[in-house]
């Protein structure tokens, strides 16, 4: 089992629509939780970040944290053309970083 | 702010050729992050650093890699000798603190033919 699993996708959604990405991780001490946005040929950006149950928003942008079920969500409302990319999940257990092969979001216009 | 910088952007080399990458990360970041990136295997972290210290190289793939950082603005990542399967685009990252999230670099694109 991964420490760190998202479905590679692609996942196609219609632009105007809500995109859903999940992940999910192994070690239930895993403390702190963050979604990266990655287009082709660019490096990993930032997008959320979460550290305790529940919901978190930010503009288009919600991630939501189960930690009894072990899952992290990342919703995108009114998905735009330009949110087409790549996104990684990522765990934090015991100082290191996990980050998941990341899920491919194609928004077609 | 000046991001997390890196270089050189491309490399294209030899197997057998020395390869180092540089970084400098953000300024007032404590950690910092040396990662690889593929197709197969995506984003795996090689090594990391708190305040210039190595304090996990168990992802360093093997003896040919090494990675030092001699002060808390620069730190280099060398291959001797580089191997095709070491093709790859390597990110350096930064955060300021344990816990916090990581800013990466633009990764510089390595080609050992």
């Known amino acids: 089992q991964k420490e760190v699993e998202q479905n590679s996708g692609p996942l196609s959604v219609p632009e105007g629509a809500i995109a859903s990405l999940n992940c999910t991780y192994s070690?239930?001490?895993?403390?702190?939780f963050f979604w990266y946005r990655q287009y082709s040929g660019k490096s990993p950006e930032l997008i959320m970040s979460?550290?305790?149950?529940g919901d978190k928003e930010d503009g288009r942008f919600t991630a939501q944290l189960n930690k009894a079920s072990q899952y992290v969500s990342l919703l995108i409302r009114d998905s735009q053309p330009s949110d087409s990319a790549t996104y990684l999940c990522a765990v934090i257990r015991t100082y290191k970083y996990i980050f998941g092969t990341g899920t491919r979001l194609k928004v077609l216009a | 702010d000046a991001g997390v910088i890196q270089s050189p952007r491309h490399e294209v080399t030899e197997m057998g050729q020395e390869v180092t990458l540089r970084c400098k990360p953000i300024?007032?970041?404590?950690?910092l992050f040396w990662y690889r990136q593929t197709m197969m295997r995506g984003l795996e972290l090689l090594i990391y650093?708190?305040?210039?210290?190595?304090?996990?190289d168990s992802g360093m793939p093997e003896d040919r890699f090494s990675a030092k950082m001699p002060n808390a603005s620069f730190s280099t990542l060398k291959i001797q000798p580089s191997e095709p399967r070491d093709s790859a685009v390597y990110f350096c990252?930064?955060?300021?603190?344990?816990?916090?999230?990581?800013?990466f670099g633009d990764g510089t694109r390595l080609s050992i033919l």
């Open positions: 300024s007032g970041h404590d950690y």
């Open positions: 990252a930064s955060s300021p603190r344990t816990g916090q999230a990581q800013h």
């Open positions: 650093f708190n305040n210039n210290v190595p304090i996990d």
């Open positions: 979460i550290y305790s149950n």
């Open positions: 070690d239930r001490g895993s403390q702190s």
